[in-house]
Each structure stands twice: as structure tokens, then as C-alpha cells.
């Protein structure tokens, strides 16, 4: 009786560990279809509020590259929106090289009709962003635009960066361009108060992961935004003029949306370059 006893329960140890091993099994294929399909998510886009968005595609293999990164290097994703569903204000100039340097400082020159403005911006913080900033300014992707909105009152921040907002006068597309690609964020301030100081520089988007584009807002006041956007530099010189512009106020045009209004001193981007890192 003994024997036939401990049989009966070698046999239920047996049945318990299978279905454990099948159930831990199941459970790690789950949180690999988890993981894939959280990937996908953050690749969808759409037109809206102050940037675009647009469907693309991506996948783990970025995710296997990043670890084959040479030393001092990162993988970088840049998802390019299919030919067929750009809008006119997307400005396509290709896609950067998705290997970027993650060493040295670069200096930022953003030269405007009412002066330069500079800024520090730290490779090892922002390798993809820098990356495609750098590849932007070298495909003159910011010639001639104009700095699009300015908000006042909540935050103070200064937004530019769609290539589509150029010439005289306003378009209600203005603040909705950007280039034929997007990217994750990178170095947010989640430790950070406030999160988005004066003198930051960071990436607007549209309240979704990954939805990085080419705009981006010099803050020019202590901004209690939520610490969802890229922190791409510092000013280092120039901050006197988004002062003086901020003085200047703004027409309102998006006070019931966004908030703030085109700037009422008009500031155009003539050219904005890139250092070669260095450090």
C-alpha cells in the first residue's frame, strides 16, 4: 500500500512539474508577443496637434542591433511614414544612418533675422536626436521656417522646427510639419523640477511614445510641463532674444487648443547648424 501510495504521488509531482514547466512556457512566450506587439505600438502616428504622426513599421531586430552597437555608439530607430500617407507638410529628406555616435558635445547655432541663438548639446544624453538633428541641419531642413507658436501664460516656451511654416503671414497647417521620420524620446527629466527649467531646449510631440519629430521649443520661463519630451540641449547664448519675443505676446491662434498663438515678432530660422562633437 505504501509503495502504490508514494507512486501515486512521484506520478502527481510529476503532473504538477510538467504543467508548471508549460505554464512558465506559456507565460514567457506571452510576455514575448507583450513585448512585440508594446514595439509596434509605439511606431503608430498621426496627424495632430502641433506635430504629425503617420503609421510605420519597426520591430525587435532594432532591439538585437543595439546590442551589437560599436563602443561608443548607439542603435538608433528611425521609422520612416510610408510614401503614401505624407501630408504636404512633411518635408522628406531621408532617414539618418541608425548608428550614431553617443560620445563628445556639440554646439547647436540657430541663426534667426533678429540674431543667433546657441545651445550645448550632450551626445551621451541624446545620441539618436543629435543624430537627427545633426542630419536635418545638414539637408538645410530648417532654412527659412518660422518659429510657429509661442505660449505665454502656464508655460513659456518658444516652438519651431516645421519646415512647412514658411513665407508670409499664417496657415492653419503651421505647427503641423515635420520630416518623413519619427523617433523615441530620449532623455527625459522624470527627476527633474521643474522638469523643463529656463534654457532647456526639448522635442515637442503629441503626448505619445515615439512621436519625435523635428519641432522643438526653447523655454524661456520655469515650465511645469509633464517630463515627456526630450531634453535635446541647453541655450548657451541668445536667450535675450525669445525674451524679447516673448514680450512681444502672441495673436492667440491657439488658445483654445494648445494654447498660446503665432508671436507677434516674427522669428524665421534662417540656418541652424551642428558642431562636430567634440570631447
Known amino acids: 500500500m505504501t509503495s502504490t501510495r508514494e507512486r501515486q504521488r512521484a506520478a502527481a509531482r510529476a503532473r504538477l512539474e510538467k504543467e508548471m514547466a508549460e505554464r512558465s512556457a506559456k507565460a514567457r512566450k506571452r510576455r514575448q508577443t507583450q513585448a512585440i506587439v508594446g514595439a ?14 503617420a503609421t510605420t513599421l519597426g520591430g525587435d531586430d532594432d ?9 561608443g555608439a548607439s542603435e538608433c530607430v528611425y521609422n520612416a511614414m510610408p510614401t503614401d500617407q505624407r501630408p504636404p507638410q512633411i518635408k522628406d529628406v531621408g532617414v539618418p544612418s541608425n548608428e550614431q555616435s553617443a560620445k563628445g558635445v556639440q554646439t547647436m547655432t540657430i541663426t534667426t ?8 548639446v550632450d551626445r ?6 543629435a543624430g537627427a538633428f545633426t542630419y536635418l541641419a545638414e539637408k538645410n531642413f530648417f532654412d527659412n521656417s518660422k518659429c510657429h507658436r509661442l505660449v505665454t501664460e502656464g508655460i513659456k516656451v518658444l516652438q519651431c522646427g516645421d519646415p512647412s511654416a514658411t513665407g508670409k503671414g499664417w496657415r492653419d497647417t503651421d505647427g503641423t510639419g515635420g520630416p518623413s521620420f519619427r523617433l523615441p524620446e530620449e532623455n527625459l527629466p522624470t527627476d527633474k523640477r521643474p522638469p523643463y527649467p529656463e534654457g532647456v531646449i526639448a522635442m515637442a510631440n503629441s503626448g505619445q511614445p515615439g512621436s519625435t519629430g523635428s519641432q522643438f521649443f526653447i523655454v524661456y520661463g520655469d515650465s511645469p510641463l509633464d517630463p515627456a519630451y526630450t531634453v535635446l540641449g541647453t541655450v548657451t547664448g541668445g536667450m535675450d532674444i525669445v525674451q524679447d519675443v516673448a514680450k512681444a505676446g502672441d495673436d492667440g491662434a491657439f488658445a483654445q487648443q494648445a494654447g498660446g498663438g503665432h508671436p507677434k515678432k516674427e522669428v524665421v530660422i534662417t540656418d541652424l547648424t551642428m558642431s562636430p562633437p567634440q570631447g
Do not use: E, F, H, Y
Request: proline residues 8%.
Open 113 to 120: 533675422n533678429l540674431g543667433p541663438i546657441t545651445a550645448k
Open 124 to 129: 551621451s544624453q541624446v545620441p539618436c536626436t
Open 63 to 71: 532591439k538585437t542591433d543595439t546590442a551589437a552597437s560599436a563602443p
Open 40 to 53: 509596434a505600438a509605439v511606431l503608430v502616428l498621426v496627424v495632430a496637434g502641433t506635430v504629425w504622426l
